[in-house]
């Protein structure tokens, strides 16, 4: 209920948004056809053709209600069906944000961990260093970086372009490694400094002095007594790295050319396609808010508590 | 009494010294001085007119007159590093005290009166946030101009429900105290209570968030900048120039390798005086960042 509600209130948003930016709608759907066959009256019979004469509300309703039936409307200037256009994207950002995210939820969490447990020595070092340049360096600087020596010194990787895993796994993966460890690094940095400063935090506790004293491995105390009580607020910071990572892919795809949502809503914004944008605001709010229904699912399931309150 | 005043300044100086006891908060609170100088005396220290085309210079590699080379339109890449340093300071600093400044109060408003103000704000905190910022921020720069002003007020947008949240837990936890309760009882206004009594209670982790917001407020703008739609060129913008410098990436890879490091070095400092007060303000933390 809460997750509808949130749903519909960034849907008021985003209509709201487009509403107010610059720029006619109707005389960019114009522009994008044969600009001399349209007269005065023929520009207010399209207007009401497109619904774009009545109240504000009621257009918003009528959005909303194409929206729920599956009708993001037809790009301004392309004339596409946005939702089909999305539909051919969405799997390509997923595709790499969802492995970027995978990446991150292991490898960050287990550097935070081995950063805690060898806390002062040169590892803990290492790992503090690289998880916080890992947060501060901008994602599309670190992209053509990465261009710069992996595709043009040492000629390793292709510069840019996309080739879906099914038609070519091998030039997918040559095509991906760039990109997908650019919105990675973000995630395994920032879940690598949680997971430390909460391991830390947990291993203070009584508990895990108890166990220390009953003689435990160290092993057995960090899976079985520390693991679990120091993911918890690891788990919250997916829900936010998963936002990070669908908001990343709109720099990602831009440097490494990749026929994206992100790329979609750049090229939307830059031509001023704002039934594109539209779309793909609401697509991407939707996916975040599932998303943290997830995180919160699964956080009730981590600690059984949250459940009785 | 000099004795009263004496206090203040004990604590003062045992805040500075706790948080400068950690080597990379001191890197951190030189590498921020140094940006300040540079911005401020930026005409003064760059040694060209960012803005000066010399044609007869176009696309130099590093020498001793162009220290990191020129651009394709002959402009020297160290002086316009230094102005850049004015508009990420002015982004960074300007847009965490609007959203800052905005969020504080409707926080307050939100956690002190509860009920259906609560629900309404807090609900169309979490819309907002369903959109990651970068995208919002990329909306509302459009919806406002790409000019510093129209890029500022858009970055605070997108910030703006982090401190909402921030502000509204601490709040709800603060106003259940006893001398809130006694304010109450006295006849304290509600403004006097959100604002006298309340407020300075959530100052602590407002500045540590204010500190590290203002990296990530700086990532935002350069981002913006780098996808043509933050502020336009020729202003000298860190995330532009990367750009513009990625075209040329094979001659010429300093231009975007320069203004990449400084906004890596500014971020980097803001994160580490934001842990570095996160540390100091709140001794459990001591050690975990």
């Known amino acids: ?20 930016l610059p720029g006619d709608p109707i005389l960019m759907y114009v522009a994008s056809g044969d600009l001399q066959s349209f007269s005065v009256e023929q520009i207010k019979h399209l207007k009401h053709q497109l619904g774009m004469d009545k109240p504000l509300l ?35 950002t997923l595709y790499l944000g969802l492995l970027a995210f995978a990446i991150g939820c292991i490898i960050g969490p287990l550097l935070g961990v ?8 040169w590892l803990d070092n290492l790992v503090t260093v690289i998880a916080n340049l890992g947060i501060t360096a901008p994602p599309f600087w670190l992209g053509i970086i990465l261009i710069y020596v992996f595709s043009l010194y040492l000629r390793l990787l292709p510069v840019y372009g996309y080739t879906s895993p099914l038609v070519d796994l091998w030039k997918n993966l040559q095509q991906s490694i760039m990109p997908i460890f650019v919105l990675a690094t973000f995630p395994i940095a920032s879940a690598a400094r949680q997971t430390r400063s909460s391991v830390i935090e947990v291993m203070r506790q009584d508990y895990i002095r108890t166990a220390w004293a009953k003689g435990l491995s160290e092993r057995v105390i960090i899976i079985r007594h520390v693991l679990k009580n120091a993911l918890m607020p690891v788990v919250t910071l997916q ?16 440097v490494f050319v990749i026929p994206g949502m992100g790329k979609l809503v750049v090229d939307g914004m830059i031509s001023q396609d704002y039934t594109v944008v539209q779309g793909v605001i609401l697509v991407v709010a939707v996916t975040v808010v599932v998303s943290n229904l997830i995180v919160d699912v699964l956080y009730g399931w981590l600690d059984p508590r949250i459940q009785y309150e | 009494m000099p004795g009263e005043t004496l206090p203040p300044i004990n604590e003062l100086r045992r805040f500075v010294r706790v948080l400068l006891s950690r080597g990379v908060v001191v890197f951190g609170v030189i590498a921020i001085l140094a940006v300040l100088i540079a911005a401020i005396f930026a005409p003064i220290i760059a040694p060209y007119d960012p803005d000066a085309q010399l044609l007869d210079d176009v696309l130099q590699q590093p020498n001793s007159r162009h220290l990191l080379g020129t651009d394709s339109l002959g402009r020297d890449t160290l002086s316009r590093i230094i102005f850049g340093s004015r508009i990420a300071l002015l982004v960074g600093v300007g847009t965490v005290i609007i959203a800052a400044s905005l969020g ?41 101009g790409t000019g510093v002003k129209g890029v500022m007020i858009a970055i605070s947008f997108a910030l703006l429900p982090g401190y909402i949240r921030l502000i509204c837990g601490q709040v709800l936890s603060v106003k259940e105290n006893e001398y809130v309760m006694a304010a109450h009882s006295v006849g304290v206004g509600k403004i006097g209570i959100m604002f006298r009594h309340i407020l300075p ?23 913006l900048s780098f996808l043509g739609l933050g502020i336009k060129p020729p202003a000298a913008a860190w995330g532009s120039m990367v750009y513009d410098g990625y075209k040329y990436l094979v001659m010429r890879p300093i231009l975007s390798i320069g203004p990449g490091l400084a906004i890596m070095l500014v971020v980097f400092a803001f994160n580490m005086v934001g842990d570095g007060l996160c540390d100091t303000l709140d001794p459990r933390l001591r050690g975990t960042l």
């Not at chain 2, 907002?128 to 909306?139: D, G, N």
Request: aromatic residues 8%.
């Open chain 1, 58 to 92: 009621v257009q918003y309703f009528d959005w909303l209600w194409n929206a729920v039936q599956g009708n993001l409307g037809k790009s301004l200037l392309h004339r596409y069906d946005v939702l089909e256009e999305i539909g051919n994207r969405l799997p390509i």
């Open chain 1, 239 to 254: 829900g936010m790295l998963l936002r990070n990572i669908i908001g990343g892919s709109v720099i990602i795809e831009t």
């Open chain 2, 104 to 144: 504080t109060v409707i926080g307050l408003i939100a956690g002190y009166f509860g009920g259906w103000i609560f629900t309404v704000i807090m609900r169309f905190t979490d819309g907002i946030m369903a959109i990651p910022p970068l995208l919002l921020a990329l909306v509302v720069a459009a919806l406002l």
């Open chain 1, 114 to 121: 081995i950063s805690a447990v060898r806390r002062g020595k």
């Open chain 2, 201 to 223: 209670n959530c100052l602590s982790p407002l500045i540590v968030q204010m500190t590290m917001m203002m990296g990530l407020a700086i990532l935002i703008e350069a981002s």
């Open chain 1, 1 to 20: 209920m809460h997750a509808l509600l949130v749903i519909l209130i960034v849907s008021l948003i985003v209509f709201l948004l487009m509403r107010l």
